[in-house]
């Protein structure tokens, strides 16, 4: 562990100033946006507090667990898994982290190139990708530290007062939209339906949350902070996405940022409260690489994510990225379900039953949610034929979503493979053979 992980570590204002600044993303918009309306707005606004409350409690649990044992998420993941689990780990860490590090990067750039068409007349694109890169990888070089210290003296202040900008803004522009008047019309999704969609952006990060709880003093100031900043954020933009995403001509947030009218200046609200989420990947990959024996300068190691977001924002789209983002996504829910239930009940003698319960709530996503990727169905659900199930399973039987029956299944699996491995250990001082 390094000196800066231990020596006047991150507490409660570190925790909330990082998480409600990482989770105040407009990406959060567009999934608010899908609850209505099937969904009344207080049904909606409902489910997106109660996602608050669940994503913010389950991280705050990860990043709490980080702060004790100082362990970096590679670790943590890893240790279930025993020392063969590190390469695999750490590998599928990279790739995602890469892999987001690219998305946001297109989510950025995509809309400040609408921005920059109608306030310049010139499609910057390109432009755009490299500057946002360039910013994430200056805050790595900058150090959790200082960023934590800009953000906890002024950041946060100011990305609140964008926040509430933005929230300002749109109901100048939307007002209300009138079809959030009327009576909910049914159908999909349903309440917790509608509460699973809301868990998918927050639980993107939790392959982040432990690489910055590791920093902590104190795991309660950790996870209190933690929580406090993934909820406030994530209940607050999702409510945003309820009520104005849909009333945009495009309902997406290019048309969104266009719609508010705020020129060269929505710029700068993209860089607000976008660019920390290529920073937090970035900066996520320095102990991955550390946990399978790289070591270095971070200002050099931060380099390796970018080397491969870089031109896959440059040449590929939001629609080629979020399907395999959501796919990784669906193997480290299962995951963390079983880093938590190895903290509480540690397995000592195998990692079985690790490997069976995030193999169990993996396939329990996929089966109740499958990723939309043509080759990736096809591939899950030739299994599924040959024993005869539907795949996927049909609406009446998913009104649960499928985050939260992944967690379950595969916290259930690592739990009762704990339990059986103990009870068919030898007693303690038990003899192998008579006197």
Same mark, same amino acid.
């Given at each position: 562990?390094?000196?800066?992980?231990?020596?006047?570590?991150?507490?409660?204002?570190?925790?909330?100033?990082?998480?409600?600044?990482?989770?105040?993303?407009?990406?959060?918009?567009? !999934?608010?946006?899908?609850?209505?309306?099937?969904?009344?707005?207080?049904?909606?606004?409902?489910?997106?507090?109660?996602?608050?409350?669940?994503?913010?409690?389950?991280?705050?649990?990860?990043?709490?667990?980080?702060?004790?044992?100082?362990?970096?998420?590679?670790?943590?993941?890893?240790?279930?898994?025993?020392?063969?689990?590190?390469?695999?780990?750490?590998?599928?860490?990279?790739? &995602?982290?890469?892999?987001?590090?690219?998305?946001?990067?297109?989510? +950025?750039?995509?809309?400040?190139?609408?921005?920059?068409?109608?306030?310049?007349?010139?499609?910057?694109?390109?432009?755009?990708?490299? @500057?946002?890169?360039?910013?994430?990888?200056?805050?790595?070089?900058?150090?959790?530290?200082?960023?934590?210290?800009?953000?906890?003296?002024?950041?946060?202040?100011? =990305?609140?007062?964008?926040?509430?900008? =933005?929230?300002?803004?749109?109901?100048?522009?939307?007002?209300?939209?009138?079809? @959030?008047? &009327?009576?909910?019309?049914?159908?999909?999704?349903?309440?917790?339906?509608?509460?699973?969609?809301?868990? +998918?952006?927050?639980?993107?990060?939790?392959?982040?949350?432990?690489?910055?709880? &590791?920093?902590?003093?104190?795991?309660?100031?950790?996870? %209190?902070?933690?929580?406090?900043?993934? !909820?406030?954020?994530?209940?607050?933009?999702?409510?945003?996405?309820?009520?104005?995403?849909?009333?945009?001509?495009?309902?997406?947030?290019?048309?969104?940022?266009?719609?508010?009218?705020? %020129?060269?200046?929505?710029?700068?609200?993209?860089?607000?409260?976008?660019?920390?989420? =290529?920073?937090?990947?970035?900066?996520?990959?320095?102990?991955?690489?550390?946990?399978?024996?790289?070591?270095?300068?971070?200002?050099?190691?931060?380099?390796?994510?970018?080397?491969?977001?870089?031109?896959?924002?440059?040449?590929?789209?939001?629609?080629?990225?979020?399907?395999?983002?959501?796919?990784?996504?669906?193997?480290?829910?299962?995951?963390?379900?079983?880093?938590?239930?190895?903290? @509480?009940?540690?397995?000592?003698?195998?990692?079985?039953?690790? +490997?069976?319960?995030?193999?169990?709530?993996?396939?329990?996503?996929?089966?109740?949610?499958?990723?939309?990727?043509?080759?990736?169905?096809?591939?899950?659900?030739?299994?599924?034929?040959?024993?005869?199930?539907? !795949?996927?399973?049909?609406?009446?039987?998913?009104?649960?979503?499928?985050?939260?029956?992944?967690?379950?299944?595969? !916290?259930? =699996?690592?739990?009762?493979?704990?339990?059986?491995? &103990?009870?068919?250990?030898?007693?303690?001082?038990?003899?192998?053979?008579?006197?």
């Amino acid at each position: 562990m390094t000196e800066e992980t231990r020596n006047g570590g991150f507490g409660f204002f570190d925790n909330f100033a990082l998480w409600a600044t990482i989770c105040a993303t407009l990406y959060v918009m567009p !999934f608010g946006a899908l609850l209505v309306p099937a969904l009344s707005i207080e049904q909606a606004v409902v489910a997106a507090v109660i996602a608050g409350l669940l994503s913010g409690l389950l991280l705050a649990a990860i990043a709490a667990l980080a702060s004790r044992t100082g362990h970096s998420t590679a670790q943590l993941l890893a240790e279930p898994f025993g020392e063969r689990g590190r390469w695999p780990v750490a590998l599928l860490l990279l790739a &995602r982290h890469a892999l987001f590090a690219a998305f946001a990067l297109v989510l +950025i750039a995509d809309s400040a190139q609408l921005v920059g068409e109608r306030a310049l007349g010139a499609d910057l694109r390109p432009v755009w990708v490299l @500057l946002f890169a360039a910013a994430g990888l200056a805050l790595v070089v900058a150090g959790p530290r200082r960023v934590a210290t800009a953000l906890r003296r002024g950041g946060l202040l100011l =990305v609140l007062l964008v926040a509430a900008g =933005v929230a300002a803004s749109a109901y100048m522009e939307f007002e209300i939209p009138s079809y @959030l008047r &009327r009576p909910a019309v049914g159908g999909w999704p349903s309440i917790w339906q509608a509460i699973d969609i809301m868990l +998918i952006v927050p639980l993107l990060w939790l392959p982040v949350v432990a690489d910055f709880g &590791r920093l902590g003093r104190e795991p309660r100031a950790v996870g %209190s902070g933690t929580f406090a900043g993934v !909820f406030l954020m994530i209940a607050w933009f999702g409510t945003l996405g309820i009520i104005y995403l849909p009333a945009t001509e495009s309902g997406d947030i290019p048309g969104f940022v266009v719609g508010m009218e705020l %020129s060269l200046g929505a710029i700068m609200l993209l860089f607000l409260l976008q660019a920390d989420e =290529v920073y937090a990947s970035v900066y996520a990959a320095v102990p991955t690489l550390e946990s399978i024996g790289v070591r270095g300068d971070g200002r050099l190691v931060g380099i390796v994510p970018l080397l491969a977001a870089v031109p896959a924002a440059l040449f590929l789209s939001i629609g080629d990225l979020e399907p395999y983002l959501l796919l990784a996504s669906a193997a480290f829910i299962p995951a963390f379900a079983v880093v938590i239930a190895h903290a @509480l009940w540690p397995a000592e003698r195998s990692a079985a039953p690790a +490997i069976v319960a995030v193999v169990a709530g993996f396939v329990a996503y996929q089966w109740i949610s499958p990723a939309d990727i043509a080759w990736w169905q096809d591939v899950i659900e030739e299994p599924f034929a040959l024993i005869a199930l539907p !795949f996927p399973l049909g609406d009446e039987a998913t009104w649960l979503g499928a985050a939260i029956p992944s967690f379950v299944v595969a !916290f259930a =699996v690592q739990l009762l493979g704990t339990l059986t491995e &103990r009870a068919t250990e030898p007693a303690s001082g038990e003899l192998s053979t008579a006197d």
